[in-house]
């Protein structure tokens, strides 16, 4: 059985932030996200890891972020790193918002030590917090995979993932728009990684 997602995260740290430093389409993505939301927009960023790029970023433009993550020491860095956003622990499998609480909702990979019905559930509480026009950014790896074994960065984690057009299917049957998406391939800077191909995709609340 693979380690939660708060063990590892809490053991890989700045590790993680250093590795994905080179990740450009992350940083792509926010760029065109700060395209389309209205002035001080209200940002949640699930798995906000230690605050870097994402909830870095939206801050530095004025946009008024909220950052979860389920690892406290990740939280720890971030609130450091990124004083310009507010920071708490939070698993988004119990996490709640009244609905129309956020102009976009962030998800840089945080789904991946999830379940596939805990993915299902997940997508759709994201939907439901947008405001209409609102926006949803996923990243994640691709795959028809279920409760995989599998080491990351040198640690054992249980995965699961759904293929490209599957996340479109149940973002379309929540409500949401698909605008946006590609598939990248990256090599993260760390001596335990293996290659993987990343997808980003954007959808919006009508």
């Known amino acids: 059985m693979g380690l939660s997602a708060a063990e590892v995260f809490d053991a890989l740290g700045k590790d993680y932030e250093t590795a994905f430093a080179g990740l450009t389409a992350h940083r792509e993505e926010l760029a065109w996200l700060l395209d389309q939301l209205p002035t001080g927009a209200q940002v949640l960023d699930i798995g906000c890891g230690t605050g870097r790029p994402t909830a870095e ?11 979860c993550d389920i690892a406290p020491g990740m939280i720890e860095i971030a609130r450091a790193q990124v004083p310009g956003a507010r920071f708490e622990v939070a698993d988004l499998r119990t996490l709640t918002y009244p609905a129309g609480s956020w102009n976009a909702v962030t998800a840089f990979f945080p789904l991946l030590q999830l379940t596939r019905a805990e993915i299902d559930d997940a997508l759709r509480k994201f939907a439901e917090w947008l405001t209409p026009g609102g926006i949803f950014l996923l990243a994640t790896v691709p795959a028809d995979i279920e409760n995989l074994e599998i080491e990351f960065m040198g640690k054992p984690v249980t995965v699961s993932s759904y293929p490209p057009e599957e996340f479109e299917r149940l973002l379309t049957g929540a409500g949401l728009q698909v605008v946006r998406q590609r598939v990248v391939e990256f090599l993260p800077d760390h001596p335990d990684a293996i290659a993987e191909h990343d997808l980003f995709l954007a959808a919006r609340k009508s």
């Open 57 to 67: 970023v939206l801050a530095a433009a004025g946009h008024r972020v909220t950052g």
